[in-house]
Structures are given as C-alpha cells and as structure tokens.
C-alpha cells in the first residue's frame, strides 16, 4: 500500500492506494529520475504513441523553458509532449516546408565538377562520378530527414554538456532529454526563418545567435539559483566541447563513409595500390 503520505508528481495528490496512476491526474505514480532504463521503456513509447500536449509544451519553451524542463526531469510529465515525438514531428513539418519551397540549384557546376574529377590520377582507381553521387545522396538524405539528422547529433551535444556541468548532478540520459526540448525549442524557430530565408535573405547568423540565446537563458533558468556568470561560462564551456566532439565525431563517419564509398566504387586495380 502506498503511503498516506505519498503524493503524486505531477499534481500533488496524496496517493493512499495500491495505484498505478494518479486518481487526479492519471499520470503514471512510479516516476522515476531518468536514467538509461528511461529509454529503453519510453522512447519506443514516445515514437509510436502520441499523448497529445505539443502546444502546452511549446509554449512552456518558450515562457519558462528552463522550469518546465526541470519539471519534468523531476517527474511532472503528464501535459507534455513526449521529447523524441516533440523532435520527430516538428524536424517533418521543416524537412516538409523546406520540400515545397525548394529550388532546383543548376547542374552545371556538378557537371564542371565531374569533368575536372575524371581528368585526376584517383580517377584511374576509383569512379570518382559515382562516388560524388553516393556523398550528394548521403548530404541530400541528411537535409531531407531534419530530426533524424539531429537525433543522430543530439548524444554529441549532450555528452558536451554533461562533461562541461558534470559537478551539477545531472546525469548523461537527462542531458539528452534537455537538449531533445532545446531542439524542439529550435525548431520551431527555424520553421520561420526557413520562409524568412526563402523569401527575404539568408539569416542564418542571426538564427544561430538566437539560439544559443535561447539554449543559455534556458539552462539560467534551469539552473535558477545558482551564479549566473558560472552558467553562462560552462554554457561556452559545454558548447566548445560540443563543437570539439563533434568535428572528432564528424572526422570518423567521414573516414567510415570515405571507405565505404572506395569499395563500392573502386576498380579492381585499386586492391593492389591498398597492399602495395
């Protein structure tokens, strides 16, 4: 039996029976602190079921972003959006808008490109033509798929983070969930610069700009009572370390793709010159 003086996370209703979900509420009475058991049970939840609470959860981005994501880390997730969901849907409605309001760029730099690329000495080991085209599809993929595209970034710039704050207590899983809500909070941004970008200029200085300002007075907020100036500091802190495992990061995939497209597209004589 529960403890007559148990209250439930969300609400604080007292909790006096055998429940599973709050009577008041209905959230789930056995929330725990996130953890790597958090995302084996939640993100396939958060994929394929939709509990509804999007625009509460964008509107608390961006009134009280810091407060209302340290709620929830503390277990007050009934009213919102599920962080991964938050992410895939609104990363498809850019990758979307950004479909319809695309141009056809001209082929005729490709075609120079390739020109130049078959008169090379790699040209005699490797075709080059198709191996352009197997990184244009990979890029092309990667800009078609925006939320895929940051899920697969997103554990960089966490771990970034949760080394640069790692003396506040906040361990690596809920570094993911806050920067899975700062990328909902970022993409809602970006769906107006993409129609600022589109059809006025090229803003996208002023978007990055705008969105460290968000993510730092997040994270004051987050963090509210500790010094200001020591949060904006391991903020920079973090964000360096973020850009500093990223490049590693980006180096790797690199070489693995670089690989990966010399043996689809290697000719045989290339096996010599790799044994030579």
Known sequence: M????????????????????CHECGQKTDTHRINFHYFVHEVPHSIFHIDGGIIFTLKELFTRPGHSIREYLEGKRKPHFRPVM???????????????LH????????????????????????????LVSFFKEIVHWLSSHLAFTILLMLPITALGFYLGFRKYKINYPEWVVIFLFLSGQSLAVY????????????????????????????????FQ??????????????????YLLTFVYFVFVCIILGVAGILLYGYDNIIPVFFH
């Open 225 to 242: 009572g500790h010094n200001k100036k020591h949060i904006i500091l391991r903020t920079l802190w973090s964000a360096f370390l973020s």
């Open 2 to 21: 529960k403890n007559s003086e148990e209250r439930c996370k969300n609400c604080g209703q007292h909790l006096i029976l055998q429940q599973n979900f």
């Open 191 to 222: 769906i107006f610069f993409i129609f600022l970008n589109h059809f006025v200029g090229h803003y996208s200085g002023i978007f990055l700009l705008l969105v460290w300002g968000l993510i730092t007075f997040s994270l004051l907020q987050f």
């Open 86 to 100: 938050l992410v895939l849907v609104l990363g498809s409605v850019c990758a979307l808008i950004q479909y319809f």
């Open 103 to 130: 141009k056809k760029s001209p082929e005729d730099n490709d075609k120079l490109i390739q020109t130049n690329l078959a008169k090379t000495e790699v040209a005699r080991y490797v075709d080059l033509e198709g």
